[in-house]
């Protein structure tokens, strides 16, 4: 390719690597494929900018592809400065033509600097994963909100952002939160996290799950997911939670769910996913085992408490295995931190599989088309995925699964809609 766009990557040698891994990905994402094949004909983002803030993997790439082949001119940028795959990057710059700006490993003011190299294209639409793009905007890039016509925003951390800043009254333009959608959180926020993340724990570490304890903080939607695998691989499973309804849950799912301060005690492995700061922290770390692990699946490096965890600490040795770093205690205790505290599925190994990510970015495309026609309909604000997409994205899926399922009789719509007959 000759008229390269614009792009900060790290290694251009790698884009034959990264086509091959994005083809083998498109075939685990035929929903997404279908769009993409229509998108190409009727080009619903003609003469429309996008900015996305992503985890630039090779499942985002297929997604990019779609909104490039339905017209929209497009600069992507990361989510997380450890979740970008080189070789991807390398391929979508020189293969497909799309401008990216990620490296792998980067600090934070190059993390910035991308968010802030993607915004130049002057976006008049943005997708977020966690809202850090979002946020750049209101804060330092406030001359480009005017031309903002709406967003959309991937994951629950997110969308608590965005619903604090529309209480706030901060919020300037309509933003659909593509993480509440059944077809997303039900099936990418669950399975794909609860997958994903022990496979990054044992790529890192080599653990047998088999007979440890796992320590899950938070019991939602990943909680749930990460619980359930654990308990398959064998694990007894420990829950920690703050809501006495989530709590109660975990319990009668057949989980132990004790306070932290406890779990701490006794946990093997810990998982956060609560979506909040500290969720583990020093007066933890204070009475875990020797040979503890620690992993965050939430969000950001603060669910751990890694300053804490690097002020407690006498020495760190850093990298003895994969994505792992070693903090040695005063007493000699050795607590092990995987991803540096960061999400550990995408740190650590390749975040989910894209046949779980077909679906939420199935839900990505369709909310940016139809967002499209609905804008200038739209309210600053927090805005919900119509629910004809979500059903819709289901149906397909299913149907690529080769899964048929039944319709209702018209006697029984009848008797749905009906108040009359009793017992
Ligand atoms: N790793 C990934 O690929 C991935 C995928 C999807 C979502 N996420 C992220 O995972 C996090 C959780 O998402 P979710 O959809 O499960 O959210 P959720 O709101 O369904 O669940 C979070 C749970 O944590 C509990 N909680 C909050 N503070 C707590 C604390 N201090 N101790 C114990 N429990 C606490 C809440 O009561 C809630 O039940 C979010 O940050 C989200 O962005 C990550
Ligand atoms: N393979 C993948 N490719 C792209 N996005 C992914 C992949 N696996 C998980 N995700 C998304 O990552 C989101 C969590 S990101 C959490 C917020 C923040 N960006 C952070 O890095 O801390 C989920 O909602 C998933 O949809």
Redo the contacts with the bound molecule.
């Keep these: 390719m000759t008229d390269l766009p614009q792009h900060d990557i790290a290694d251009p040698s790698l884009r034959a690597q990264g086509v091959a891994r994005i083809e083998w990905a498109e075939r685990s994402m035929p929903v997404l494929r279908q769009i993409r094949e229509r998108f190409a004909k009727e080009r619903p983002f003609e003469g429309q900018r996008f900015a996305a803030c992503m985890h630039m993997t090779t499942e985002t790439a297929v997604l990019l592809r779609t909104l490039k082949a339905g017209g929209a001119e497009l600069a992507a940028c990361a989510s997380n400065p450890l979740s970008t795959q080189d070789d991807t990057m390398a391929a979508l710059v020189h293969e497909y033509g799309i401008s990216v700006f990620a490296r792998n490993g980067v600090d934070r003011d190059a993390y910035y600097a991308h968010i802030n190299a993607a915004l130049d294209i002057r976006p008049d639409f943005v997708f977020d994963d966690g809202c850090d793009l979002v946020n750049t905007l209101h804060t330092t890039r406030k001359e480009l909100l005017e031309a903002i016509k709406a967003g959309c925003e991937e ?3 997110g969308v608590v952002r965005l619903r604090q800043m529309a209480a706030d009254d901060a919020l300037r333009f309509p933003v659909v939160a593509v993480n509440d959608t059944d077809t997303k ?1 039900m099936f ?2 669950r399975y ?2 609860g997958q994903s ?1 022990l496979d990054a724990i044992m790529r890192a570490t080599n653990l047998l799950f088999a007979g440890k304890t796992v320590v899950i ?7 749930k997911g990460l619980a359930e695998r654990a308990a398959g691989l064998g694990a007894h499973v420990v829950v ?4 006495p309804t ?1 709590a109660l849950d975990a319990t009668m799912q057949g989980y132990r769910v004790m306070p ?1 301060l406890e779990a701490a005690r006794i946990g093997d492995v810990f998982i956060t ?4 700061r500290g ?1 583990l922290r020093p007066e933890h770390f204070e009475v875990m085992k020797d040979g503890a692990i620690l992993a965050n ?3 950001f490096d603060i669910e751990v408490d890694v300053a804490g965890l690097g002020e407690m600490a006498v020495e760190k040795r850093s990298r003895i295995r994969h994505q792992t770093d070693e903090y040695i205690l005063a007493d000699g205790r050795r607590l092990l931190l995987v991803a540096e505290g960061r ?1 550990v ?2 740190g650590a190994a390749e ?2 599989p894209a046949s779980v990510m077909d679906m939420s970015f199935a839900d990505q495309a369709l909310t940016a088309e139809w967002l499209t026609k609905t804008y200038a309909s739209l309210e600053p604000g927090v805005v919900d995925v119509p629910t004809e997409i979500d059903k819709h994205v289901a149906r397909v899926k299913l149907e690529t699964m080769g899964i048929q399922i039944d319709t209702l009789t018209s006697d029984q719509e009848t008797y749905m809609n009906s108040w009359e007959f009793g017992s």
């Design positions: 994951t629950t951390t959180h990418d926020n794909g996290t993340s903080g938070g019991f939602g939607y990943c909680g920690t939670e703050i809501d989530k932290m996913v609560t979506s909040n969720a699946a939430g969000h999400l599925n995408l975040g989910h």
